[in-house]
């Protein structure tokens, strides 16, 4: 199995901390969010990795070459823009091209401790083109999935905005955590140019009658690492533990 970690982003919600640093090498208890993800991916058995990256883009290979990649095989992907996920991802696409087996796609500001052999199990089992860990836990975007947990729509609480790509009586919001198990297959199904994003993809698909599912997450720990208090807040958990 195959990863992508998504490491291109500002990270403007860790400012100061990524003034003079990608959010990729912001530390956590002395590790780099980097070093967290691949050795996260490293102990699942993953080995193929490619890194995506645009801000601070050097320090991130110049970082990766001095720990030898973690004892990984690693390719980047340099954006000369921000492509957002599913730009960063159809631009990556050659990495996963000749598979036939699923990817996972990382983003680098979230550690949980999700089994991914489960969520492959579930993706696999039910045959789908994508599969999203979800959690119910508030957000100001939420994801709809149906009674057969496939994505049906998504509700955008600031805007106020409802979108449905399938009728359904039953709907579910959840949300997105940041990690998907995707079959190669998608790739060639992603229509957008440049920048854009995954889950507006995701959403065109399931209209379109792909199968896009919501892995559910919520008996696993989870954090979202984008925010300096969320970061503060972890730092605290991981010293308690410590003592």
């Known amino acids: 199995m195959k990863a992508m970690v998504l490491a291109a982003g500002l990270g403007t919600r860790l400012r100061p901390l990524t003034d003079d640093r990608p959010k990729a090498l912001?530390?956590?208890?002395?590790?780099?969010l980097l070093e967290i993800t691949l050795t996260r991916l490293k102990e699942f058995g993953i080995?193929?990795?490619?890194?995506?990256?645009?801000?601070?883009?050097?320090?991130?290979?110049?970082?990766l070459r001095t720990n030898?990649?973690?004892?990984?095989?690693?390719?980047?992907?340099?954006?000369?823009?921000?492509?957002?996920?599913?730009?960063?991802?159809?631009?990556?696409?050659?990495?996963?091209?000749?598979?036939?087996?699923p990817f996972l796609l990382h983003n680098v500001d979230v550690i949980s401790t999700i089994d991914f052999h489960e969520m492959l199990r579930f993706h696999n089992d039910r045959q789908a083109v994508a599969t999203l860990a979800v959690k119910d836990r508030p957000t100001s975007r939420y994801l709809l999935f149906d009674e057969r947990q496939e994505l049906c729509g998504r509700r955008l609480v600031r805007q106020q905005k409802l979108e449905i790509t399938r009728q359904s009586q039953h709907r579910v919001e959840l949300a997105f955590a940041g990690i998907h198990i995707i079959s190669p297959r998608l790739i060639s199904l992603l229509e957008g140019d440049a920048a854009f994003s995954i889950i507006d993809s995701y959403l065109d698909l399931s209209a379109r009658g792909e199968k896009i599912l919501g892995f559910r997450a919520d008996s696993y720990n989870w954090r979202d690492l984008g925010t300096a208090e969320s970061l503060k807040t972890a730092a605290?958990?991981?010293?308690?533990?410590?003592?």
């Open 68 to 101: 030898n990649n973690f004892g990984l095989r690693i390719e980047i992907s340099r954006e000369e823009m921000l492509l957002d996920t599913g730009g960063g991802l159809k631009k990556a696409g050659w990495f996963f091209d000749r598979d036939s087996e």
């Open 47 to 63: 080995r193929d990795i490619i890194v995506n990256v645009h801000h601070f883009a050097d320090m991130i290979v110049a970082y």
């Open 26 to 32: 912001v530390t956590l208890a002395n590790r780099t």
């Open 236 to 243: 605290a958990e991981v010293e308690a533990q410590q003592q």
